[in-house]
């Protein structure tokens, strides 16, 4: 008599995987659409982070005294 499983049924842990789903999830982990993009969002996330501290460091009064001193020595070449 032979065993019949329920068609959602999952499989047991011991049950041997097809090859042809083995070929598709190496081929979905190895894909490397995407990466890029991940990338691309990193690298913006850290200019952003740059860019906010950058700003925080202009308003400064030191950095604005400094800056307006360097303005006012250049103009007045």
């Known amino acids: 008599m032979e065993h019949q499983t329920e ?7 011991d049950a ?3 090859r042809s789903r083995l070929r598709r999830l190496r081929g979905r982990v190895a894909d490397d659409r995407g990466s890029a993009t991940a990338e691309y969002a990193v690298v913006i996330l850290a200019a952003v982070a740059f860019a906010g501290v950058l700003v925080a460091v202009m308003r400064s009064g030191e950095v604005q005294s ?3 001193e360097l303005v006012r020595g250049a103009l007045s070449l």
């Open 16 to 18: 041997p995987v097809p």
């Open 66 to 68: 400094i800056l307006t």
């Open 7 to 13: 068609p959602h049924a999952r499989p047991s842990i």
